[in-house]
Nanobody, 122 residues
Framework: QVQLVESGGGLVQTGGSLRLSCAASGSIRSINVMGWYRQAPGKQREYVGS???????HSADSVKDRFTITRDNAINSVALQMNSLKPEDTAIYYC????????????????WGQGTQVTVSS
């Protein structure tokens, strides 16, 4: 199995910064994409951004100028640096990876972390 563990959430004031980290572990053969989604109360899960193995990054327009995604392929980790936070960024943030497991010849599968709460106070 593949496990993802997130850390770094918390409470911050408007305009502040937080850094989320996520590490993948387990029987991993390869990871294609790592990234983040978020889900605010009463809303659907929303794409935040992702990064592939070559460093190509995609980000949602709502966060593009404020959030930065980085990845360390050596340790199967991804980070989300969030600056200029707004109350509307309040959500549970979920890390995911699209990966293939050792000994599994099938297509890559998405794995998810348990989520970490980010709350931005006004």
């Amino acid at each position: 199995q593949v496990q993802l563990v997130e850390s770094g959430g918390g409470l911050v004031q408007t305009g502040g910064s937080l850094r989320l980290s996520c590490a993948a572990s387990g029987s991993i053969r390869s990871i294609n994409v790592m990234g983040w989604y978020r889900q605010a109360p009463g809303k659907q899960r929303e794409y935040v951004g992702s990064i592939d193995g070559t460093g190509l990054i995609h980000s949602a327009d709502s966060v593009k100028d404020r959030f930065t995604i980085t990845r360390d392929n050596a340790i199967n980790s991804v980070a989300l640096q969030m600056n200029s936070l707004k109350p509307e960024d309040t959500a549970i943030y979920y890390c995911y990876c699209n990966a293939q497991r050792v000994g599994n010849p099938g297509p890559p599968v998405n794995y998810w972390g348990q989520g970490t709460q980010v709350t931005v106070s006004s």
